[in-house]
């Protein structure tokens, strides 16, 4: 059985940091891509960031500079470190994989940056 479990949210002022974490179960890790989406109220979940088995990495722009994803194998979890956050950060984050053409998220972690 997969599993995402996301930890590492929270309020934080603008300008703050946080690393988000998803650590996976059910899974071989290594072999897959990982991804971080983000849905603020009232809009549609937006691709974050993501990291292919070979570390290869893609941003959204409104991210870029400030976010890193990073994995670590061997504790099959992948972060997202969060620098410089924005109050249009704010949103829940989900962690995401998609295996053998199905689509496996977390349960979401709430990240509120105050202005």
């Known amino acids: 059985q997969v599993q995402l479990v996301e930890s590492g949210g929270g309020l934080v002022q603008a300008g703050g940091s946080l690393r988000l974490s998803c650590a996976t179960s059910g899974i071989i890790f290594s072999l897959y ?3 971080w989406y983000r849905q603020a109220l009232g809009k549609q979940r937006e691709l974050v960031a993501r990291i292919d088995s070979g570390r290869s990495t893609t941003y959204a722009d ?3 500079g400030r976010f890193t994803i990073s994995r670590d194998n061997a504790k099959n979890t992948v972060y997202l470190q969060m620098n410089s956050l924005k109050p249009e950060d704010t949103a829940v984050y989900y ?13 979401g972690t709430q990240v509120t940056v105050s202005s």
Do not use: E
């Not at 962690?95 to 349960?107: A, L, N, S, V």
């Open 33 to 35: 891509t990982m991804g």
């Open 62 to 64: 409104s991210v870029k």
């Open 95 to 107: 962690c995401y994989t998609p295996i053998r053409g199905k689509d496996y998220w977390g349960q």
